[in-house]
């Protein structure tokens, strides 16, 4: 297609409105027209990465393959385009600042009063146009974090600025914005969207597109105003109308015209349409399942959702290729206990313990897994999820009542889970993580080889503390498996109970590598599982 054509995503009025999903659905109509689309994140905060960052504050850490903590919505654009991010993929404030101040450091600047503009600046259009360097992307998709004005993306809108006039015809900017609906007057109101595209004036950005995120159809009188004191093309005003689930909002990108409108601004003949067959089974079987099925998530973190997103969409994935609708039960792991775990736990297909960090709830999932285990309801662990497993059994079975993992006792007798010496030499909470894809050898005969059908895959991880081999072969002895092993460091990464309906925990987090149109072999055998054991209930 010749050079690589920037779209930028900015929004206004309020935040949370969803540029992450529009930008994830903009890419996807692009990439089902055959081009090769990428999507990138710029966060306004200070922080380095996400990873220290609270889920209650910001849902959750999402991780790549080459081992980055990044914000939840490089997980959107994952799943809707089934593409690999990578650290270059997420930027924050932080990490452009730590960039500039080495540089200077080291001299760089040859002495220059090192300024925003144009140190800050260069440095964030660095970040923007790098990315595509060797991949030779037809589009590259970039998401402006927070809302127009605020202080925080001051340097980003200016950055967007200079590259509009840098780029030129190959750089593009769609606004998102709200449009609110007043009940007493019964009418939408235009005014927040006017100022909102007012603010992005007065910063030297004039939108190409403006999607509207709206609660109620926009008529064409509407959009026709909108068009004229926005200063767009009245074809380049956008509906967005709430929709049941965030994967029918490409479908409706589509009836509007997003991708025609795009490729229009760019000088790019607009040929047939996104071919959306298989997206559009996907949603079909998704509105169309009746039958439940019925999962519990146990963790910390559940009155936040965001915090455990990917295991939600992957269970959703799941769930909708089995033809069923996802009952999800999200049950705070410290509200858990022995009295009480029958009671919250009954009715469930299947049960999901949660990762997490930390020793508030422990108690909680352990006693959801005894539940699993002794009642053959089909269990799936994740990250802490399967260390709490693994405690579990090892407190039932082998009777170490005392065992424990470092991170929740630093003077356990059994310490079951542990920090690795090399581990411990290191400062930095950061340092000690094991994060991003590794390897994992699956073993012979074993649950998961048959789930994966191959003996050898790459999953991401994101945690510190490691099963202690000293206890393997008692644990192996009395019956629990270790059927995943990573091939240069001995670590265990999967465990399963061959006796059990389906019980696997995973060191490493599976949610990672699931997307719309690739759902993930473990959750789609766990569900598979638990819709079996509905059906047997039943019977």
């Known amino acids: 297609m010749g050079k690589t054509k920037y779209i930028f995503v900015t929004g206004g009025v309020t935040s949370s409105l969803g540029k992450g999903i529009i930008a994830a659905s903009l890419g996807k109509l692009l990439q089902s027209r055959g081009y090769k689309v990428t999507n990138q994140k710029l966060d306004p905060y200070i922080n380095i990465n996400s990873g220290m960052l609270n889920p209650y504050e910001h849902g959750e850490s999402y991780v790549t393959d080459d081992g980055h903590e990044a914000d939840l919505d490089l997980g959107h654009y994952e799943r809707f385009l089934g593409i690999k991010t990578s650290k270059n993929s997420n930027v924050t404030t932080g990490r452009v600042y730590q960039s500039v101040i080495q540089k200077e450091r080291r001299g760089d600047y040859l002495g220059k009063t090192v300024q925003v503009v144009p140190h800050i600046t260069n440095e964030i259009k660095k970040t923007i146009t790098q990315l595509s360097v060797g991949e030779e992307y037809d589009f590259v998709i970039t998401e402006i974090g927070g809302t127009v004005g605020d202080i925080e993306g001051l340097p980003y809108i200016e950055s967007v600025r200079q590259l509009r006039h840098e780029l030129k015809e190959d750089c593009l900017c769609v606004h998102l914005t709200y449009l609110p609906y007043v009940a007493a007057a019964k009418e939408l109101k235009t005014k927040p969207t006017q100022h909102s595209v007012k603010e992005l ?9 403006l999607v509207l995120r709206t609660e109620h159809p926009l008529n064409r009188g509407i959009k026709d105003k909108v068009a004229l004191f926005c200063n ?15 994967y029918e909002v490409p479908l409706k990108m589509q009836e509007e015209g997003l991708d025609n409108v795009v490729l229009r601004k760019f000088g790019i003949n607009v040929d047939g349409n996104a071919e959306l067959g298989k997206w559009k089974t996907f949603v079909g079987k998704m509105k169309s399942a009746t039958e439940k099925v019925r999962i519990a998530l146990v963790g910390k973190y559940v009155e936040l959702p965001d915090a455990y997103l ?14 069923r609708k996802l009952d999800l039960t999200f049950i705070q792991s410290e509200n858990l206990n022995e009295s009480n775990v029958v009671k919250m736990l009954k009715d469930m297909d299947g049960i999901l313990v949660a990762p997490g960090f930390g020793q508030r709830g422990i ?3 352990i006693q959801a897994v005894k539940y699993a285990r002794l009642n053959n309801v089909p269990f799936f662990g994740i990250g802490l999820g399967m260390q709490c497993a693994v405690l579990e059994y090892v407190k039932d079975v082998l009777g170490y009542v005392d065992a424990d993992s470092t991170e929740m006792n630093a003077r356990a007798e059994y310490n079951i889970f542990d920090l690795m010496q090399e581990q411990k030499e290191r400062l930095m909470l950061d340092d000690t993580m094991r994060i991003g894809a590794f390897d994992c050898e699956l073993k012979d005969g074993s649950k998961v080889k048959d789930i994966y059908k191959c003996g050898k895959v790459s999953e991401r991880h994101r945690h510190r503390f490691e099963f202690n081999n000293k206890y393997k072969e008692e644990l192996e002895n009395a019956g629990m498996v270790c059927s995943g092993i990573n091939p240069q460091s001995g670590f265990v990464e999967v465990v399963e109970l061959p006796n059990h309906k389906w019980f696997i925990g995973t060191q490493f987090h599976p949610e990672y590598n699931s997307s719309v149109l690739n759902p993930h072999p473990l959750f789609m055998d766990f569900v598979r599982a638990a819709v079996d054991n509905s059906s047997a209930k039943a019977e």
Do not use: F, R
């Open 232 to 246: 767009v093309s009245a074809d380049a005003v956008v509906e967005c109308i709430d929709v049941p689930t965030i």
């Open 201 to 209: 004036l007065q910063l030297g950005v004039q939108p190409d597109v």
């Open 310 to 323: 990917s295991i939600h969409e992957s269970l959703i994935h799941a769930a909708t290729y089995h033809d």
């Open 363 to 365: 108690e909680g999932k």
